[in-house]
C-alpha cells in the first residue's frame, strides 16, 4: 500500500515538473440553445484541436439577461473575450466603451484577401458605429413572406396579395388574409420603409422621421388590418391559424421556419413591392418592402487581455467552412457570402428567399436612442392600424413622447 | 420602554460618522477625477496626427496613417480605440505592459484639417478604495454597536450605538454606491452619489437611535432575535430601496446621468401633459388601479367567504375533494394561468366567445374596449385571487365555538342574524390583515395585467406597476421609473397609515 502510494506520488511529481505551459484560455459567450450551441460546440473544438495552446470556454447566457451582464461584467473585467449577440446595441455598448473597435483588426492586408469582403455589406455596416466598425456578423435575421401553397401562390406586388386575400376570404370567411403583429413596429416596418417613413436619431438623440410618410404607412396597414389581416392576432394565433390553412400568408422571420416542421405546404417568398406607396424605386419599379435587417455578430471585449487570439477565433467563426457548417447544422442564415455559392445551399428556396430579402433589408438602427421608440410606436401602430386614429394624431403623441424620454 | 430623549450629541455624532464614510468615497471619486484633468493637459505634450482613410466604399474608415506616412498596426489597437471616441470622452487607460494595471493615458481630439492629434501621458494609477481598511472599518463598528447596544450600561450607550449604526449604514452604502458607480457612468461626474451615501444614514438615523435604545429596554432579548432580519433587510431591501430613491432625481441619457432635482415627479405629477383622461396620465392609471385593487379584493373576499361557509355546511359530503379542487386555481403559477386566460378571451378563437355564441349570445371583442378588457383581466385575477381568501375564512371559521349558534338557536334567531352577529365580527381579526395583504399584492399585481390585456387598449388598461415597468424597462428611462415607483410607495405607505388606524379601531371595538 504504502509503496505504491509512494510510486504514484513520485510519477505526480514527475508528471508536474514536465507539466506543459498553461495554455490560453478565450472565454466565449453566447445565449444560444439546441442545435446552434451544438454547432457552435463543434466548431470551438475543432479551433481548439488547430490551436493546441488555446483553450475556448463556450458559455451559454439567458438571452433576457445577457445585456446586463455584459455591461456588468466587461467594465470590471470579469466578461468574456468574445460574445455573440444581435447588434442592435452596438451603439450604446460602443458609448460605454465596451467593444474593442475592428478597424485596425480588420484592416487589409497587402496580398491577402480582404477580410470584410467575405460578408454582405449591409451585415458589416450594421455593425458600425460613429466611424468605428464593433463586431464582424455571423448571421442576419429578416422578414420574409410565408404562404400556404395549397392556398395561394408568392404574390409580386401588395396588389396581387390583396386580390388573392380577398378571392380566398369570399370563398370561406373563416380564412383570412395576412397574419403579423401589426402593432409592432419590427413588423410594420416593411410598409414603413417602403412608403418612405424610416425613423432615425441624431446623435444627441432627437428623432428625425419623415411623418406624412410614415402616416401613409399606417393608412394601408389600417387598411389591410380592416380586410384581410385576423383581429387581436398574435404570434400563436398565427402560428395556429397558418397550420389549419386559415391563414394564406405570414410575415415572420427564419425563427418561424422551426414551427413550421410539420406544415405540409408551407413556401417562403421575398416580401412583395408595395403599390402606391408614392415613393419611386431606381429601378422605375414599385417599392420593395423594406423590412429591418438584424446582424448577429461577433463582438471582442474592449478589456479582453488575449486580444490577437480572440481575433484568430473571430476570423475562425466567420469564414466559409464555419459558416457553411453553421448553415446547414444550426439552420442559421449566415452573413459570409460565399457559403451561398454552394450548390446545395443554393438550391435551398427558403436560403434563396431569404437572401434575396437581405438585399432591400434596412438595418435596425444601433443607435442607443432606438430604445426610446419602440413603445410609443407601438401605441400610435396600436391607435393608428388597429382602431383607425388619424396617423397625424397618433404620430404627433409618438413624437412628443419620444422627445420626452430625452 | 423609557421615552427616553435621544439628546443632541447623538445626532451630532451620527452625523460626523456618516459624513465621514460619506466623504470618503467622495474624495476617492474627486482624486481620479482631478487625475483626469491633469493627464488632459498632459496629453499636449508629445503628439501624433493621424489621419483615417476610408476605401472600399466602407461607411467606415479601414486604415490610418501616422505623420510621415507610417500605417498603424493592429497592434495599434489603443490609438483606434481613442479615435472613436470624441473629445468628449475622458481619456483613455492603456495597459501597455500587460501587467493588469493601466499605465498610459492617451487622448485624443480631432486635429484642424482632418484627422486626430494623439497625446500620451504615463500614468500612476489612482488608487482604488481601501477596502480591507473600510470591511475592517465596518466589523470594528458592527462590533462596537452590538457592544453598546446590549452590554455597556452607562449613559453613553444609547448616543453612541445610534452613531456606530449609522456608520454601519453608512459604510454598507458606499459599498453599494462605488458599485453603482460602475453601472451609472457619469453619476461619478455629478457627486451626488456619495453625498447620497453621507444622508441616506442620517436619514435612517431616527429610526436607527429608537431601535437602538429600545435595546436598552427589558425586551432586548426580542430585540436580539431580530437583528439578523433586521441586517438582512437592510442589505437587501433598504439599500436598493435608498438607491431606487436617489435614482428618481437623474436622468441617465446613455451616458451620463444628470441631476434633475424634483423635475420627474413634477412631471408626473402634471399628469405627463396629457388630459387627466389620457390613458397616460398619472391620474388616469391610478384611478384604474385603485378601481382594480377595490373590485378585485371585493370580489375575492364575497367569493371567498361564501365558498368557505358552504364548505362549513356538515351536511356536505366530498368536502376534502372540494376544498382541494378550490385551492388548484392558487396553486397553479400565475403566469400560466394568466396565459390560458388571454386565449381564451381571444375575440376570434377563444373559448370564452365559443361559449356565447353556443348561447346564441353576441361575441364580444374583449381587448378592443378598456371596459371589457379590464373586466377580463378582473375575471382572471378573481379566479386567482378567491381561493387565499377562502383558506383564510376557513381557518377562522373552525375557531368560532359552536356553542355561540347554538345560544342563538335557542333564542331564535335566523341565519343572517347569526352571520351578521355572530360569524362576521368573528370573522374580522383574520380576515382583515389578509384584505389589507390582498389589497398591497392586487395593488401591485404586475403579472396579470401584463399577460392578459397587456395594457390593450392602447394602455388604457395598465396599472402604474406596469406603466412603471414600461418606462424603465420598454423605454430605459429609469429616473423617470424610479420616480414613479417612488410615488407608488407613497401611496402605498399613506394606505397602509390609514388601514393600520382602521384596524386599530377595529381592535378597540371588538377587542
Known sequence: MRASTLISLALLLACGGEAPPQPIQLNLWHAYRGEETATLEALVAEFEAQHPTLRVNAVSVPFDAFPNKITAAIPRGNGPDLFIFGHDRVGGWAEKRLLEPLNLWSAPIAGAPDLLERFFKPTVEALAYEGGLYGLPLNFKTLALFYDKALVSAPETTDALIAAARALRQRDPRVWGLGYEVDSLYFHAPWLHAFGGAAHFSPDGALRMDLKGAGASMRFAHALRAEIIPPEADSQLITGLFYKHQLAFVISGPWFIAELKDHPSWGVAPLPLVNGSGQTHPSGQDQPAGPYLGVEGLFMSSRSAHKPEAFALMRFLTDEASAKRRLKAAGQLVANRATYADPEVAADPVNQAFQRQVEQAVPLSNSPHMQRLWTPMQRALSLSVVEGVDPTESLAELVKRVEESR | ?511
Not at chain 2, 177 to 183: I, M, N
Not at chain 2, 266 to 289: E, K, M
Not at chain 2, 466 to 471: G, L, N, Q
Request: glycine letters at 10%.
Open chain 2, 1 to 511: 420602554m423609557s421615552p427616553r430623549k435621544p439628546g443632541l450629541l447623538a445626532p451630532l455624532f451620527a452625523l460626523l460618522l456618516a459624513a465621514g464614510a460619506g466623504a470618503l468615497v467622495y474624495a476617492q471619486e474627486a482624486r481620479s477625477e482631478a487625475e483626469r484633468l491633469a493627464l488632459l493637459q498632459a496629453a499636449e505634450g508629445p503628439q501624433r496626427l493621424i489621419t483615417p482613410i476610408k476605401q472600399g466604399g466602407w461607411s467606415f474608415p479601414r486604415r490610418f496613417e501616422a505623420k510621415g506616412g507610417a500605417i498603424l498596426s493592429p497592434q495599434d489597437t489603443h490609438v483606434a480605440a481613442l479615435i472613436f471616441s470624441t473629445e468628449a470622452t475622458p481619456p483613455r487607460l492603456f495597459d501597455l505592459d500587460g501587467d493588469g494595471a493601466p499605465d498610459q493615458a492617451l487622448a485624443a481630439r480631432p486635429a484642424e484639417g482632418g484627422g486626430f492629434l494623439v497625446g500620451a501621458a504615463p500614468l500612476t494609477p489612482p488608487p482604488s478604495l481601501p477596502w480591507g481598511l473600510l470591511c475592517v472599518a465596518l466589523l470594528f463598528s458592527l462590533g462596537m454597536w452590538a457592544w453598546l447596544a446590549f452590554a455597556y450600561p452607562g449613559r453613553w450607550a444609547g448616543p453612541l450605538g445610534a452613531g456606530f449604526g449609522a456608520l454601519n449604514l453608512g459604510l454598507i452604502f458606499s459599498f453599494a454606491a462605488s458599485r453603482a458607480l460602475d453601472v451609472l457612468p457619469g453619476a461619478r461626474l455629478s457627486g451626488a452619489l456619495p453625498l447620497a451615501a453621507a444622508l441616506i444614514p442620517l436619514v435612517l438615523y431616527g429610526a436607527l437611535g429608537a431601535y437602538t435604545r429600545s435595546l436598552r429596554s427589558p425586551h432586548r432579548a426580542a430585540f436580539a432575535y431580530i437583528a439578523p432580519a433586521m441586517i438582512g433587510m437592510s442589505v437587501l431591501i433598504l439599500v436598493p430601496f435608498a438607491f431606487g430613491f436617489g435614482l428618481a432625481f437623474f436622468r441617465f441619457n446613455g451616458q451620463t446621468s444628470e441631476f434633475v432635482g424634483l423635475s420627474h415627479f413634477a412631471h408626473i405629477l402634471a399628469s405627463s401633459g396629457y388630459a387627466i383622461t389620457h390613458p397616460l396620465s398619472f391620474y388616469y392609471t391610478l384611478f384604474v388601479t385603485v378601481m382594480w385593487t377595490a373590485l378585485n379584493v371585493a370580489l375575492h373576499v364575497s367569493i371567498g367567504l361564501g365558498i368557505a361557509l358552504i364548505l362549513r355546511e356538515p351536511t356536505l359530503r366530498f368536502k376534502g375533494v372540494y376544498r382541494v379542487l378550490l385551492i388548484v386555481p392558487w396553486a397553479v403559477p400565475n403566469y400560466i394561468t394568466a396565459l390560458i386566460w388571454r386565449g381564451m378571451f381571444n375575440a376570434e378563437y377563444g373559448l370564452i366567445n365559443h361559449g356565447l355564441s353556443a348561447l346564441g349570445l353576441e361575441k364580444i371583442q374583449w381587448f378592443s374596449a378598456p371596459l371589457t378588457a379590464f373586466a377580463a383581466n378582473l375575471i382572471t385575477n378573481t379566479w386567482l385571487g378567491f381561493p387565499f381568501m377562502m383558506v383564510v375564512a376557513l381557518g377562522a371559521l373552525q375557531s368560532i365555538p359552536r356553542d355561540l349558534y347554538e345560544a342563538a338557536d335557542v333564542d331564535g334567531a335566523d341565519g343572517w342574524q347569526k352571520f351578521k352577529l355572530i360569524t362576521l365580527p368573528l370573522l374580522r381579526p383574520a380576515l382583515l390583515p389578509a384584505i389589507i395583504l390582498g389589497s398591497v399584492w392586487t395593488f401591485n399585481m404586475f403579472n396579470i395585467i401584463y399577460l392578459v390585456s397587456q395594457g390593450r387598449p392602447n394602455n388604457s388598461t395598465d396599472i402604474l406597476i406596469v406603466e412603471a415597468y414600461r418606462v424603465a424597462f420598454e423605454q430605459e428611462r429609469y429616473g423617470y421609473a424610479a420616480a414613479y415607483s417612488v410615488l407608488i410607495f407613497l401611496l402605498l405607505l399613506l394606505y397602509s397609515r390609514i388601514t393600520e388606524r382602521v384596524s386599530k379601531a377595529a381592535e378597540e371595538a371588538y377587542g
